[in-house]
């Protein structure tokens, strides 16, 4: 059994005719890079998500909304052009989405830009999704009314438990499939084959980290720290932080002396930040806090745990060799004290993401990048927009990645 998300409807009996759907031509004709049949639709959902009503209830849809403001949609064909002189871009075909269950609005970004590449696109929403997730089908329903119908006939949203033959089915017929999850689910969804000519974008299980310039620190303005902190606390709270691009453990650079300062203030406008915001953690979710933080310290991976109430754990690791890249439980910071950024880059993988950071040059992060060489690490931001999605992610430039170049010469 097939349920329709988007556009709501009864269930599809059967998948061959949930593809046939999708891929016919739609009226007006097909989709091509820059639709403009897509752009009002995005823009028009762009403006319900930024209603206060939505905000209110749900504040990182206010990200999404901005993503998809019209200035940025055309911001973006604008950069993605045609390329070289006789170079075109066109759309790839049929695109799958299957997002994750645990960042709920994820798959909106993808599946926007590949709509705006002019592919047409079927999205398997998890059924254990929720919050965000059901509102932002909700916005989407509700500007379909108005939209061009080939928005409905090109775009489909479905749930369906997790069947082999719906899911092999739809991945026969697809030019581009976008996994998005662990590994492990990664690796399960790629044992279905695809055409010979389709390809896979793949966002597996990603680890990330935050850092923060002690003497950056001590030049900053107190309104500056401030803001820092809650920036922070963005980074860390929402979603709980599972997101791929969450950051896990806090790199204090600098002496350890005025490390240690500088730790103890951000801990303390960290706490501020919380408390005035209504910000909590469960009973549950605190002791598996308490389970994962003080299993740290019974391995002597860990020197000191301290709890700030259930809202905040800060841990102190023993070194850079026990970095942490596994969730411990919302509100956890692992802290480690390292005299330059250089001696972060050893310790980086592959995996790792992204860097939130404070107070450095962008000569000192420019310097870090060359010294990675590679190790790992796909975008360095501010503290506030580690979470916040770009166009660029992964290291993939995605609009590119949706497209396919036609080369042209007389």
């Known amino acids: 059994m097939i349920l329709p998300r988007f556009p709501a409807g009864a269930e599809i009996r059967s998948v061959d005719r949930l593809i046939a759907e999708v891929t016919e031509e739609p009226a007006g004709g097909r989709l091509t890079v820059g639709d403009g049949r897509v752009r009002d639709f995005l823009i028009a959902f762009s403006r319900r998500l930024l209603k206060p009503d939505l905000a209110r209830r749900h504040p990182e849809l206010g990200s999404l909304g901005f993503f998809l403001r019209k200035s940025e949609l055309a911001k973006a064909v604008e950069r993605l052009g045609d390329g070289a002189a006789g170079h075109r871009r066109a759309p790839r075909g049929l695109v799958l989405h299957f997002p994750p269950a645990n960042v709920d609005t994820i798959f909106v970004y993808s599946w926007a830009l590949s709509a705006l590449a002019g592919n047409h696109n079927i999205v398997r929403v998890s059924n254990r999704s929720a919050g965000a997730a059901q509102t932002v089908l909700e916005a989407l329903n509700d500007v379909l009314a108005d939209a061009h119908p080939a928005i409905a006939q090109t775009q489909r949203m479905v749930t369906y438990d997790r069947d082999d033959a719906i899911t092999g089915a739809l991945m026969a017929a697809c030019d581009l499939r976008v996994l998005w999850g662990g590994d492990q689910s990664v690796n399960a969804l790629r044992r279905h084959p695809i055409p010979p000519l389709a390809r896979d974008l793949a966002f597996p299980d990603r680890s990330s980290f935050a850092a923060v310039s002690v003497a950056g620190w001590q030049t900053a303005t107190p309104a500056r720290r401030r803001a820092a902190a809650d920036g922070f606390a963005n980074?860390?709270?929402?979603?709980?932080?599972?997101?791929?691009?969450?950051?896990?453990?806090?790199?204090?650079?600098?002496?350890?002396?005025?490390?240690?300062?500088?730790?103890?203030?951000?801990?303390?406008?960290?706490?501020?930040?919380?408390?005035?915001?209504?910000?909590?953690?469960?009973?549950?979710?605190?002791?598996?806090?308490?389970?994962?933080?003080?299993?740290?310290?019974?391995?002597?991976?860990?020197?000191?745990?301290?709890?700030?109430?259930?809202?905040?754990?800060?841990?102190?690791?023993?070194?850079?060799?026990?970095?942490?890249?596994?969730?411990?439980g919302a509100g956890t910071i692992c802290h480690v004290t390292l005299g330059s950024l250089a001696e972060l880059a050893p310790a980086i993988q592959r995996k790792d993401q992204t860097l939130a950071q404070f107070g450095f040059t962008m000569s000192e992060l420019d310097d870090f990048v060359t010294t990675l060489a590679g190790r790992g690490?796909?975008?360095?931001?501010?503290?506030?927009?580690?979470?916040?999605?770009?166009?660029?992610?992964?290291?993939?430039?995605?609009?590119?990645?949706?497209?396919?170049?036609?080369?042209i010469q007389d």
């Open 377 to 407: 690490i796909d975008r360095i931001v501010p503290f506030g927009q580690a979470l916040t999605f770009a166009g660029v992610w992964d290291g993939f430039d995605l609009l590119r990645e949706f497209t396919r170049i036609i080369t």
């Open 235 to 328: 980074d860390l709270y929402w979603f709980d932080q599972a997101a791929c691009s969450s950051p896990r453990d806090l790199f204090w650079i600098g002496a350890a002396p005025a490390a240690d300062a500088a730790r103890a203030e951000f801990t303390e406008l960290l706490g501020e930040v919380v408390g005035q915001r209504g910000w909590s953690v469960d009973a549950a979710m605190a002791v598996e806090k308490y389970v994962a933080t003080y299993g740290l310290a019974a391995t002597g991976a860990a020197t000191r745990v301290a709890f700030a109430g259930n809202a905040v754990a800060n841990v102190e690791l023993a070194g850079l060799g026990e970095v942490q890249r596994e969730w411990l």
